[in-house]
C-alpha cells in the first residue's frame, strides 16, 4: 500500500483497458482494489463495495459487456445491465460512503453522438444520435448522474474505439494479414422488423468506406484520466478520442502498409452481414461514421501522446513483436 498516493478503485478491471489501467495505478503508486465478476469486491456485494470507495483516492469504473455480439435480446439486456446497474451500485456505495472519493470516472461511448459525415462531434456542438447503442450510452451516462453526490467530481469518458495489444486492432490486424485488409463499404441490406424496432438494423448511408473512424491509443485512455484527475475543474462528459480521426478506407490501408501487405479485398455490406452473423458480430461496429473530437481535453491542454494513427499503430505492432519474440 502507498501513503502517497493513496487508493484506486477499478471496477470492471477484468477488461482490456481496465487491466491496463491497473497496471499502470499500481506501477504509480497506489494501492489497486478490483470491482467485477471476481476480485476484492463482487458486484452485488453493495457493502463490500462501500469499504472499498470509503476514503478511496480515485475510482474508475470500465464494467461493461463488450459489444462485439449479435444483439440478440438477452444480448441487449445483459449490455445495458451490466452498464446500468453496475454503475447505480458505485453510486449507491459512493453515497453511502463516509468518506467519499472526490473523483469517480466512468466509462462511455463515443457511439452516442449520430452517424457523422458531414462535420465532427465534440461535447459542446456534437448531436446524439438514436438506435439501441445510442439509447444504451445514454442510460449508462444517466445512471452515472442519478444519485446526487456533493462530494465526489464525476467524469463520463466518451471513448472512441481503443486501440492497443489486445483491442479491437488485433482482428483488423489479421485480416490485413489474411489479404483482407480492404475498406468495408456500405450498402443496402434486408431490414427485418424485429431489428427495426430493437435499433439495431443499420442503414445504408452509402459511404464507400468513408465513413468516419474516431480511435484513441490506450496509453492516451489513462493518460487522460491522469489529466482529469489532476485539473479539478474537468467534470462531466469528456470525449476521449485522437484529434486526428481518420476513415475506414485509410485506417486499413495504414493497417495494411503496418503488416507488409500492399492490396486488400473490399469487403461490401452484403459480405459484412453473412460474416458478422458467421463471427457473432454486428455491422454496425465497422460502418457506422463515428466522427468524434476531444474539444474538451485539447482545449484544457492535454497532450496525446499517439496523436497520429501510423505512429499509433507503429508503437502497437513494435509492442506485438516484442511480446512474441
Not at 57 to 62: F, P, T
Not at 169 to 175: F, W
Not at 222 to 241: C, K, P, Q, T, Y
Amino acid at each position: 500500500m502507498s501513503d502517497q498516493k493513496g487508493r484506486a478503485v477499478i471496477a470492471g478491471a477484468s477488461g482490456f483497458v481496465g487491466q491496463y489501467l491497473q497496471d499502470a495505478f499500481r506501477d504509480e503508486g497506489y494501492e489497486v482494489v478490483t470491482i467485477g465478476r471476481t476480485g476484492d469486491a463482487v458486484w452485488g456485494n453493495t457493502m463490500r463495495i462501500r469499504e472499498l470507495v470509503d476514503g478511496a483516492a480515485l475510482v474508475v469504473n470500465m464494467a461493461g459487456k463488450s459489444v462485439n455480439c449479435r444483439y440478440g435480446r438477452r444480448n441487449r439486456a445483459e449490455i445495458i445491465r451490466s452498464r446500468v446497474d453496475t454503475t447505480l451500485e458505485l453510486a449507491e456505495a459512493i453515497r453511502t460512503s463516509e468518506h467519499p472519493p472526490p473523483l469517480w470516472v466512468n466509462a462511455s461511448t463515443a457511439t452516442i453522438y449520430r452517424h457523422a459525415d458531414d462535420r465532427p462531434q465534440d461535447e459542446a456542438t456534437g448531436e446524439l444520435g438514436e438506435g439501441f447503442s445510442v439509447s444504451v450510452a445514454k442510460a449508462w451516462e444517466d445512471a452515472l448522474y442519478a444519485v446526487d453526490l456533493p462530494g465526489t467530481r464525476r467524469v463520463a469518458l466518451r471513448m472512441a474505439i481503443v486501440f492497443g495489444d489486445g483491442s479491437a486492432l488485433v482482428p483488423l490486424l489479421r485480416l490485413a494479414q489474411a489479404g483482407l485488409g480492404g475498406p468495408q463499404y456500405d450498402g443496402p441490406w434486408f431490414p427485418t422488423r424485429s431489428r427495426i424496432r430493437a435499433g439495431t438494423y443499420h442503414h445504408d448511408r452509402h459511404t464507400r468506406g468513408r465513413q468516419r473512424f474516431s480511435w484513441v491509443h490506450i496509453a492516451d485512455v489513462l493518460g487522460a484520466i491522469r489529466f482529469v484527475r489532476d485539473h479539478e475543474d474537468i467534470d462531466g462528459a469528456v470525449n476521449v478520442s485522437s484529434p486526428n480521426p481518420s476513415d475506414n478506407r485509410t485506417v486499413m490501408a495504414t493497417i495494411r502498409d503496418a503488416v507488409g501487405r500492399r492490396f486488400g479485398i473490399p469487403t461490401w455490406r452484403w459480405m459484412l452481414e453473412i460474416g458478422s452473423f458467421a463471427i457473432r458480430t454486428e455491422t454496425e461496429l465497422v460502418l457506422k461514421s463515428r466522427w468524434v473530437v476531444p474539444t474538451r481535453l485539447v482545449e484544457a491542454g492535454y497532450e496525446f501522446r499517439y496523436p497520429h494513427l501510423r505512429g499509433a499503430l507503429a508503437g502497437i505492432i513494435a509492442e506485438r513483436r516484442q511480446h512474441r519474440g
